[in-house]
């Protein structure tokens, strides 16, 4: 449940203030580790958490959430936990089942205290310093799991007042976790209701980066209505990209009570980086944030249209998610992202057809959605005729020696240049008229034209 962003706070967005690079951080031997900006897991691999966060505190009876939300493909669950001063302490056992629980569904447990939200704002939220204090209690639930689990010190540790000394606590928190022996990679929020809004974590980010001895902490923004157009998601998340700091989405909606949320935008741009995101939240919100469940009543037979935008959709967690190699240990070192931040000038876009498809057909559009020297992502938009459809194939043929490197919400073919994109079981029915998309990333050497697509009904 989140915070209304004040009007004042909100115009504050237009400040601008520069990010400073910092020096290569050390690899942690024995867990998570950061290093030029990445996350890495025990055996060296890079790892992108594509997962949900689950209110665990509130409703610990749902113990099955942690199998069911890898069963919808989920690397990664944010886990909330109470330190038992707003909420009912989740002591040391109850912890080491939760993690149990994650490594037995081989998820990556990032573990949260929900007691610092909204701090100096918020009546009866605690410090930083007092949630370190909680997690120091339970450390013996904690060491030996550093391969599992990220610590996130406190959610969203300051409201709108009071956030100026965030860079200060937040740096004194980290060298007393590690002065208690934690060596865990340390996950921490920004202010302003997680939103950072007033760019106070954005701007101190490398200075609590080297409070850390081991250099091995990550930051996490909460987008909500502060996020609301491309430009606003991408511009915060470049200038982390840019610095080479370590930066995730840890919660994000489809909509938000201080406005809307542009969840597109968001898993496009973490695709298309290498950055990580955890939606929220898997079920059970209330008082007015009802449609931020992605489930309903933790059924997940029952997904809400938030949990089919976040598992099944462009870009997300079914089609993206990779499995931590520290579950199979064989996975190879994946390849780094683009390391050039993505133009500012829109890319092109082809134009909707402009002709229905005929009854019991389909049609289809390409959309150049990202670009950088040597790589671009697409999606693909297929809709249906005046007539239900059971399945779809979209065919087309590069011009340029473009090729496609990976694929999401679809299966795809190639004879050379020419390509082959079928459906794949959730989103091959279309009712008349609805439409469903998928997406690619793909590279390419001097020219990148747009192909020309065509849709059949298979």
């Keep these: 449940m989140k915070k209304l962003l004040s009007v004042a706070g909100a115009a504050l967005l237009t400040v601008l203030a520069a990010v400073f690079a910092f020096g290569q951080?050390?690899?942690a031997a024995?867990?998570?580790s950061v290093s030029n900006g990445r996350l890495y897991d025990a055996n060296g691999n890079e790892f992108i958490m594509r997962g949900v966060n689950h209110a665990h505190t509130w409703y610990p009876q749902q113990t099955s959430s942690f199998a069911n939300i890898k069963a919808l493909g989920a690397n990664s669950v944010r886990v909330v936990l109470a330190s038992g001063d707003r909420w009912a302490k989740n002591d040391t056992a109850d912890v080491?089942?939760?993690?149990s629980l994650c490594k037995a569904n081989k998820l990556i447990c990032v573990l949260e205290v929900h007691d610092t939200t909204g701090y100096g704002e918020?009546?009866?939220?605690?410090t930083l310093d007092r949630a370190v204090t909680y997690w120091l209690s339970i450390a013996s639930a904690l060491q030996g799991q550093e391969k599992y689990v990220i610590v996130n010190i406190g959610n969203e540790p300051y409201g709108n007042q009071g956030y100026g000394t965030w860079a200060t606590d937040t740096a004194n928190a980290i060298k007393r976790l590690r002065a208690g022996g934690l060596t865990h990679t340390i996950m921490v929020d920004g202010p302003n209701w997680g939103q950072d809004w007033s760019f106070t974590m954005r701007d101190n980010a490398a200075t609590v980066f080297n409070a850390d001895p081991a250099k091995n902490t990550i930051f996490s923004i909460h987008m909500y209505g502060v996020f609301n157009t491309v430009a606003k998601v991408n511009d915060y998340l470049d200038r982390f990209r840019t610095a080479k700091l370590p930066i995730l989405v840890g919660e994000f909606?489809?909509?938000h009570s201080?406005?809307?949320p542009d969840e597109d935008a968001i898993m496009a741009y973490s695709q298309a980086n290498g950055i990580g995101y955890l939606g929220w939240s898997w079920s059970g919100n209330g008082g007015g944030v009802e449609y931020l469940d992605m489930t309903t009543n933790f059924n997940p037979n029952s997904l809400t249209s938030w949990g089919q935008r976040i598992f099944n959709g462009a870009n997300g967690i079914r089609s993206t998610a990779k499995e931590a190699s520290v579950y199979s240990g064989t996975t190879?070192?994946?390849?780094p992202p683009p390391s050039t931040p993505p133009p500012t000038t829109p890319p092109p876009s082809s134009p909707p057809p402009t002709t229905p498809p005929a009854n019991g057909g389909c049609t289809a559009s390409y959309a150049i959605t990202n670009s950088w020297p040597g790589g671009f992502q697409a999606e693909v938009q297929v809709k249906a005729g005046s007539s239900a459809i059971n399945g779809w194939t979209v065919k087309w043929t590069f011009a340029n020696g473009q090729t496609v490197t990976q694929v999401w919400s679809a299966t795809v073919t190639n004879s050379g240049s020419a390509y082959t994109a079928r459906n794949v079981d959730y989103n091959g029915k279309l009712g008349a008229g609805a439409s469903t998309s998928f997406g690619f990333l793909g590279s390419w050497n001097g020219?990148?034209?747009i192909p020309a697509v065509t849709c059949t009904v298979s």
């Design 30 to 32: 024995a867990g998570f």
């Design 332 to 335: 190879p070192p994946s390849s």
């Design 96 to 99: 080491a089942n939760v993690v």
């Design 122 to 126: 918020q009546s009866g939220a605690i």
């Design 253 to 255: 909606g489809n909509l």
């Design 258 to 260: 201080d406005g809307d």
């Design 447 to 449: 020219t990148n034209s």
């Design 25 to 27: 951080p050390a690899h």
